[in-house]
Structure formats: C-alpha cells, structure tokens
C-alpha cells in the first residue's frame, strides 16, 4: 500500500508541476509577442499593404510610397487596417501605417539577395524595399530569406535606363525605422590612408592598388634618399681633395638633382 501511494503522490506532484509550467508558459508566450502599431496617415495615391511609405513633402499626416528620393523622411510600412493591434487614429480617407512590430513588406533584389538579419533600405523602386549596403534610412530587420515563394520576376527599367529583371516579394520584417551605418570592411590599409586614397581617386579605392602605390612611394624613398647622400658625400670629398674642382662638383650636384626630382615625378605618375 505505501508503495502504491508513494506512486500516486509521484505521479500527482508531476502532474501538478506540468500543469504550472504550462500555466506559467502560456501568458508569457502572449507577453512576448510583438503588437503592430500603427497610425493613420492621408494618401493621395493607392498605396498595396507592404508598401513602404515617407512622409509627403510639406505635409505632416500625408505618405507617399518610398524611394531614394524620399527616404530620409521614411515612416513606416502600410497595412491592412484589420491587422493593427494598436491604432492611434483612423479615419475613412486613411491608410493605416506600421511603426512597430513584425509586418510584410515588399522588397526586391535589386541590390543583392536578402538573409534574415538584414537591414532593408527603400530603393529606385516606388514602395520596395532592398538590401541596405551603404548609408541610408531603413525600415527595420528582415526576418526570412529573400527571394521565397512570394517572389515573382517582373521587368524594371534601372536608373541607367536599360531593363533589368528583378524578383518582388514580401516577408516578414521587424519595422523599427532607423539610420544604417555601413561598417567599414577590415583591411591592412589604415584608415588615415585610406581615406586618403579614396578623397584623391574620388571613389573607393580597393586594397590591392594602395599596397602597390605604398611600395612605389617606398622604393622611391630609399632610391632618392641614397642619391642625396651619396651626392652630398661625394660633393665634400672632392672639395676637400681639389678645392678647385668646385665648379665640376657644382655641376655634377645640378645633374643629380635634375634625376632626384625626374624620379620622384615618375613615381608620382605611377602611384597617381
């Protein structure tokens, strides 16, 4: 009997234990989730759910669709308005915009594929977000893959006016609009001179070119520096042997410099 009741109470206290854990579990898988806020804005044009939308330009409660042009005022992502959970303002004549949460939004590949943890940027396309690579403001983090099974081709005409074929789609993003900052990639090169290279070419200078130039500027160094000295040593030594052959050495001094400064021009051309 004592075994039997040591069996039960065993398989109470488990049961009990179980019925807790679950209880505990279920409120806070709700707490965790992430509520989509949204707010009403004015539209002048029909703007798709997964829209991404900037303010209007002079106008504080009217969005147009994002593109590069506008991106600095970006707001958010528009939605159906059954989808809020939280709504600051409605209205007949109001698309309802995302400011927060995990909602769709459409992007393209137009700047390289998209991996969970990226950050999407509004691109060339009106509404369709893309890859974040260099300094701009974003609507948040993606959290798929891009392209998936929402993804269809559709022809674009690019900035340079030539078609291009490109995948539009949407996923999941976590909406937290905010600036991106490009970090710079990790190279031998410091900065100083890299910033450098890149101010004197105009456009980012790749590692391999500033290595080379490094070197020419060295060899050119050493090169000079040993022309200097030994036409200085020399210079001496003969006025002190011949104080007489100092116009010889006057004119040997010209025709050494004349090379010092023709090799450093060389070396500039090709570093340049």
């Known amino acids: 009997m004592k075994l039997k009741y040591s069996i039960f109470t065993a398989k109470a206290m488990l049961l009990m234990l179980a019925t807790i854990m679950l209880c505990q579990l279920m409120p806070c898988s709700v707490a965790l989730a992430d509520p989509t806020i949204s707010q009403g804005y004015n539209i002048t044009q029909k703007l798709p759910a997964g829209s991404m939308v900037s303010i209007q330009k002079g106008s504080n409660n009217s969005v147009v669709a994002s593109n590069l042009s506008n991106s600095n005022s970006l707001v958010g992502v528009v939605i159906d308005n059954n989808n809020a959970q939280v709504s600051l303002t409605s209205g007949s004549s109001q698309v ?24 999407i940027a509004a691109s060339t396309i009106n509404g369709v977000g893309m890859l974040a690579t260099q300094n701009a403001e974003i609507i948040g983090t993606a959290q798929e893959n891009f392209p998936n099974q929402t993804a269809s081709k559709q022809t674009i005409i690019a900035q ?39 101010a004197m070419a105009g456009k980012q200078v790749k590692s391999l070119p500033i290595l080379v130039s ?25 006025v002190g042997r011949n104080p ?23 070396a500039m051309f090709a570093i340049l």
């Open 160 to 198: 340079n006016g030539t078609k291009q074929t490109v995948s539009i789609g949407d996923i999941p993003v976590l909406v937290s609009v905010g600036y991106y900052t490009k970090q710079p990639n990790k190279t031998l090169i410091p900065t100083a001179i890299q910033n450098l290279a890149n």
């Open 244 to 266: 007489m052959a100092q116009s010889a050495v006057y004119r040997n001094v010209l025709q050494l410099s004349a090379l010092v400064v023709a090799i450093i021009g060389v």
């Open 96 to 119: 309802q915009v995302a400011t927060g949460g995990v909602n769709l939004v459409l992007v393209s590949n137009i700047n390289g594929n998209i991996y969970a943890g990226d950050e």
């Open 214 to 238: 490094m070197g020419i500027f060295l060899i050119t160094l050493i090169v000079v520096v040993s022309i200097i000295y030994s036409l200085v040593h020399g210079s001496i030594i003969s």
